[in-house]
């Protein structure tokens, strides 16, 4: 009986042992994959400028410390009383009113749970409304802004979570230059 006992114990026990210790974590962990942080949430998917083709950021995002701090929870983009405001990309307006004396519109982003706000518009659309990358959403209220001089205010959540709304642009609208090839060392140069 003695050989048998070693045998369980030397060649039968360990196996089993380094299987559930392998395979119990795999078995209670969470299926559900951990949140991206922000600026992997934030796909470049805008298609234009939600005013002008590349116009000014007068105030940057800052992103509060806590969920009630002191912050700047979009960007300040200079724009002239009467200009047109542009959904930056396809989407679904989730909210056309006013809040605060300001006139806003919030555009649910189509694939996304992002959306956009902008202000102060006034609303040429409804909510409920399927608008199209670059088509207008409205235009900047002469009154209501909260920059020195005129501009719209652009932000961007993702749920509750204040986002920064740059990320949503790609490098060639955010004028990064444009690409450039460059020459290939080694390959003949065709004749003729």
Not at 14 to 37: H, Q, R
Not at 49 to 59: I, S
Not at 150 to 166: I, R
């Amino acid at each position: 009986m003695r050989p048998l006992v070693r045998y369980v114990t030397n060649w039968v026990i360990p196996p089993l042992l380094l299987a559930f210790a392998v395979l119990t974590p795999l078995a209670w962990a969470d299926p559900s994959p951990p949140e991206k942080p922000p600026g992997e949430r934030v796909p470049a998917l805008a298609r234009t400028w939600p005013v002008g083709t590349r116009p000014a950021v007068l105030r940057g995002w800052e992103p509060p410390a806590t969920v009630y701090a002191a912050g700047h929870r979009g960007v300040d983009l200079a724009a002239a009383p009467g200009t047109p405001v542009r959904a930056v990309a396809a989407g679904r307006v989730s909210y056309a009113g006013r809040v605060a004396g300001r006139g806003v519109v919030a555009v649910a982003l189509a694939g996304t749970s992002l959306r956009t706000t902008y202000e102060p518009v006034r609303a040429e659309v409804t909510k409920g409304a399927e608008v199209g990358a670059g088509q207008a959403v409205g235009t900047v209220e002469g009154t209501g802004s909260h920059c020195p001089e005129a501009c719209v205010h652009w932000g961007l959540l993702d749920g509750e979570t204040y986002l920064n709304p740059l990320d949503l642009m790609p490098p060639w609208l955010l004028g990064h230059g444009p690409s450039r090839l460059l020459p290939v060392l080694g390959v003949p140069v065709p004749s003729g």
